[in-house]
Nanobody, 122 residues
Framework: QVQLVESGGGLVQAGDSLRLSCVSSGRTGIMYVMGWFRQAPGKEREFVVTINWSGRNTYYADAVKGRFTISRDNAKNTVYLQMNSLKPEDTAVYYC???????????????WGQGTQVTVSS
């Protein structure tokens, strides 16, 4: 089992930045792929970005490409999501996930955090 805990969400204005963190515990010896998803009210959970174990490979959703950056520090069992130039449409609950493949679907990930709220006002 792997436990994931996100933090760093909050209320910001359009154009501001936030950095989310996701700390994993449990079976961290396995080389998990990590991903971030988000879910806005009334919408399905959507893919944001994924990163492989080494951090050399990443894939971003078009909506966040060029504004968001994922990184990981395996020594700290932590994945980060730096979000710049935030827009009101980025408002959602952001979830961290761990899996074994770099997929863009929720079914590609086996473990999920509880989520952290990001609200961007206009």
């Amino acid at each position: 089992q792997v436990q994931l805990v996100e933090s760093g969400g909050g209320l910001v204005q359009a154009g501001d930045s936030l950095r989310l963190s996701c700390v994993s515990s449990g079976r961290t010896g396995i080389m998990y792929v990590m991903g971030w998803f988000r879910q806005a009210p009334g919408k399905e959970r959507e893919f944001v970005v994924t990163i492989n174990w080494s951090g050399r490979n990443t894939y971003y959703a078009d909506a966040v490409k060029g504004r968001f950056t994922i990184s990981r520090d395996n020594a700290k069992n932590t994945v980060y999501l730096q979000m710049n130039s935030l827009k009101p449409e980025d408002t959602a609950v952001y979830y961290c996930a761990a899996g074994l493949t770099m997929g863009r679907g929720t079914h590609d990930y086996d473990y999920w955090g509880q989520g952290t709220q990001v609200t961007v006002s206009s």
